[in-house]
């Protein structure tokens, strides 16, 4: 089969004029390596009632009943009242992120910009003034958001460094609130990976193992967020990449409905799966940064816990392969949340074996037509890595893109049934092992895997279905590191996710 893969590429390639032809090995390796995709994708049976493609957006959102509460809720009421420095704020910060440099977290730091925003926001509470309901709050933000005056890099050499005029919206909102941005936090290049080793900007080190990976794509973020040099970050997921470092890190990372969060001013990877995402250090504190970057209403995503919660745990997919210390800590949350009187139901859902090959074959192709313009114009720019799979996925047939498509309606059917049948939340581990060290691959039991596909290997089913997920910290192994437990929810119904969240997380304690 690798030589008919070679004559495949090497027949496209001149029909096409693909540019750089001398590469055509490269690309028929990682083809041929995604082989297994291709037949399972050949195997799917999509039937005649298969439903429409693409994700479900957020829809409308049911109206939230309980007041703010949370660490950045009360740090911002703090501030307005001349109970909390802001200035004092910054400069911890700043000397967390000097103190952690060798982490590698941060790309680029905005000390004197924050210093004179914090100074500013000081004197306008002393005089009264009203501030916003993020006052004092420190952003780090992922080097592919814009935010205005500071350097893009989007982490890779591949594309001109920008100096933007005006924040991403996302961003731009936060601001509107008295949020500070300390700075642009390292990433894995063009988000396209799942390690933040970055060939240009170096790896991003674990807070608690420097020797040990962070996760990614929004590695640097995770990391900013445990070590504090800032108290909440953003990053982009589109197969984890920030649920999972987040998960890895021993912090919180959320994504929201697919489509609430708007992406002006975001770089895209991949336009079906892409989402804004929030790193914090407790569940609660999602829910006011969430209404505010998707500009809802306040309050509309507060609301109590049901005090009957059920929960569904997954038993098929998250569970094979799965580190066994990992799934030892993952069974006892289990047990600790029934014992806290959660009703927790298990069993296996329908499709969801396909959501790797589906991942493959969306983010393929659509990662290559978005960089056909952008980063592939400079491929001498780009790690090899990333090139290699942006080139590559020029050589995918429409039909089985439009066939991953459609089989990504079956898998959000899937994955909604239990929710459908009285279930509050979805519950799986985070992550299949802890932080792993760098390389091509890593150990999960007794098995040998490629690192990206197994480290959002529990998170990419969620990004094809467009639902709302989040993880919170549930233990951590013999070594110390941490592992984390991941809630989804019914598209739309991001509230009741996140209410769910911050009780199973004062129930875990960890």
């Not at 500013?120 to 005089?127: E, G, I, Q």
């Not at 973020?221 to 021993?250: F, H, K, N, Q, Y």
């Not at 914090?280 to 005090?307: F, Y």
């Not at 094979?320 to 047990?335: C, G, K, N």
């Amino acid at each position: 089969m690798t030589d008919q893969i070679e004559a495949y590429v090497n027949a496209a390639a001149a029909v096409f004029g693909t540019p750089h032809a001398d590469r055509a090995p490269l690309w028929s390796q990682r083809l041929a390596s995604a082989l297994p995709d291709l037949q399972r994708l050949a195997n799917a049976d999509t039937g005649d009632d298969c439903p429409p493609i693409g994700p479900a957006t957020a829809g409308a959102l049911p109206a939230g009943t309980a007041p703010h509460s949370g660490s950045l809720y009360r740090l911002a009421q703090d501030v307005s009242r001349g109970r909390t420095d802001p200035v004092a704020r910054v400069e911890a910060a700043l000397a967390a992120t000097d103190a952690g440099a060798a982490l590698n977290a941060m790309r680029h730091v905005d000390a004197m910009g924050a210093i004179e925003q914090a100074r500013a926001l000081r004197d306008r509470a002393a005089r009264g003034e009203r501030v916003g309901r993020l006052a004092g709050v420190l952003v780090a933000v992922k080097d592919c958001l814009a935010v205005a005056g500071m350097p893009l890099t989007f982490g890779t050499r591949s594309l001109p460094v920008q100096r933007p005029a005006s924040s991403a919206e996302c961003v731009q909102r936060l601001q509107r609130e008295d949020a500070i941005v300390v700075g642009m936090t390292t990433m894995h290049e063009l988000a396209y990976g799942a390690t933040t080793d970055n060939p240009h900007d170096g790896r991003v080190r674990h807070p608690g193992r420097g020797e040990r990976l962070a996760g990614g794509s929004s590695g640097g973020s995770a990391v900013a967020v445990a070590t504090g040099m800032a108290d909440i970050a953003l990053g982009t997921d589109t197969a984890g990449s920030v649920r999972m470092p987040a998960a890895l890190c021993g912090i919180s990372g959320f994504k929201s409905s697919f489509g609430l969060i708007p992406l002006e001013g975001v770089l895209p990877l991949a336009w079906s799966l892409d989402h804004v995402g929030t790193f914090a250090k407790s569940a609660l504190d999602h829910v006011l940064l969430t209404e505010i970057m998707a500009g809802l209403p306040e309050g509309a995503l507060a609301r109590p816990a049901a005090a009957d919660l059920r929960a569904f745990a997954v038993s098929n997919y998250f569970l094979d392969p799965i580190d066994p210390e990992v799934r030892e800590i993952y069974e006892a949350a289990l047990d600790k949340l029934r014992r806290a009187g959660v009703s927790i139901d298990a069993g296996a859902v329908d499709a969801v074996e396909l959501a790797p090959t589906l991942q493959f074959f969306t983010i393929c192709a659509e990662a290559a037509q978005v960089h056909m313009d952008r980063g592939l114009r400079r491929p001498e720019g780009l790690g090899d890595e990333v090139r290699v799979r942006l080139e590559t996925g020029q050589f995918l047939r429409a039909v089985d893109y439009i066939k991953a498509q459609r089989l990504r309606g079956t898998l959000r059917s899937s994955l909604h049934a239990p929710l459908q049948k009285g279930a509050d939340v979805l519950i799986t581990p985070a992550v299949v092992t802890p932080a792993p060290e760098p390389g091509p691959t890593v150990e999960i039991g007794a098995g040998t895997f490629p690192i990206h596909p197994a480290l959002t290997r529990c998170t990419l089913p969620f990004n094809l279905t467009g639902m709302p997920a989040i993880t919170v910290p549930c233990g951590r192994t013999q070594l110390g590191l941490p592992v984390g437990l991941q809630l989804a929810g019914t598209c739309g119904d991001d509230a009741q996710l996140l209410a769910a969240a911050a009780r199973f997380e004062t129930i875990l304690g960890a």
